[in-house]
């Protein structure tokens, strides 16, 4: 039988954990993680984002900070804001929510976060370490860093193993490729430009599906016992549905289901992760800024 990967139970542990060592910190030197936020302008699904994130640090004891700024803001000012920030003693994390408005320069905003503070992972120099043997990014992006912990919290063996990635994009198909080859798996990374997607797929231990296109990966696409790491999140038409859609992954689950021998669902697998990485980055910080280690 096929075992479903739990990622809203994984997320949960995962706070709890963090929780707990929050409690310990405060009690051992009165302090907690912080984490700040830097909005800009109103998209709906930013700001619901960001709403989250703030929710989560509560729950585990962190400080949230959060600046909003209008959509009409100079680049000059939403860098201030990060300056600000990465020189708060408080603030362990600092993250500007993207995208951003259309004139201003994501990668110089990105580029002024503090490496030491860049929770996100996604500064070049993390990055770029991340890409380099022997280096150690100080951070890695919290989506594709909640794939890896799904797949060895739920005991899947990584070392020595196919994996194929689909999609290589920043955020998730790139870092999740480097992740896996950390982990001693042999990666292919497969794209909008591959011609014969199904028949490499078919060869995987490990598939991580993050293409953004939803159904796409059937069950005719997996090899028979494949471990199936599904990223996607993309909102289909459902006139049944009370608000007129519904969140399908990358995946064609009921079929992949007759094949896989471990799958995470959407919503429910990948999705509650990103969060509780972007804690445990947070608190990795706030221990290495305060040189707080158990043990
Ligand atoms: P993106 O659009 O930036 O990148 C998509 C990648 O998939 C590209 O590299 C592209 O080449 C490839 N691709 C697109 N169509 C393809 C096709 N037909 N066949 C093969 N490859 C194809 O998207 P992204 O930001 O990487 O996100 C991917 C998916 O993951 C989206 O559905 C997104 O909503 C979801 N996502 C989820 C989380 C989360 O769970 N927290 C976080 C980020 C993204």
Redesign the pocket.
């Known amino acids: 039988a096929t075992n479903t990967i739990d990622g809203k139970a994984i997320a949960q542990e995962v706070k709890r954990e963090i929780a707990e060592e929050v409690g310990r910190m405060r009690s051992a030197i009165g302090k907690v993680p912080g984490l700040a936020v830097v909005l800009v302008g109103s998209r709906k699904d930013s700001e619901t984002y960001v709403r989250s994130k703030q929710r989560a640090c509560e729950q585990v004891g962190f400080n949230s900070y959060n600046v909003s700024l209008p959509e009409t803001v100079t680049e000059e000012e939403i860098v201030e804001a990060v300056l600000r920030f990465n020189c708060d003693p408080n603030v362990h994390g600092v993250l500007v929510q993207l995208p951003l408005p259309r004139h201003i320069c994501e990668e110089r905003v990105v580029g002024s976060v503090s490496i030491q503070k860049d929770v996100d992972g996604f500064h070049p120099m993390n990055v770029g370490r991340l890409a380099m043997q022997g280096r150690a990014p100080l951070f890695v992006s919290c989506?594709p860093k909640g794939c890896i912990e799904l797949l060895l919290r739920s005991g899947v063996q990584i070392e020595g193993k196919h994996a194929v990635v689909?999609?290589?994009?920043n955020?998730?198909?790139m870092p999740a490729a480097l992740l896996l080859q950390r982990q001693n798996a042999t990666v292919t990374v497969?794209?909008?430009h591959?011609p014969n997607?199904p028949e490499l797929t078919r060869n995987a231990d490990i598939v991580i599906a993050?293409?953004?296109?939803p159904y796409?990966v059937q069950g005719s696409w997996l090899k028979p016992g494949a471990v199936v790491i599904d990223?996607?999140?993309?909102h289909i038409e459902d006139p049944d549905s009370e608000n007129g859609y519904r969140v399908v992954g990358?995946v064609y689950f009921a079929e992949a289901c007759r094949v896989a021998s471990q799958i995470t669902p959407v919503p429910g697998g990948?999705?509650p992760m990103?969060i509780a990485m972007l804690l445990s980055n947070t608190l990795d910080s706030a221990k290495l800024a305060y040189g707080f280690f158990e043990n």
């Open positions: 989506t689909i999609g290589r994009s955020v998730v198909g497969v794209h909008s591959t997607l993050a293409a953004g296109v796409m990223v996607g999140i993309n990358d990948v999705g990103t």
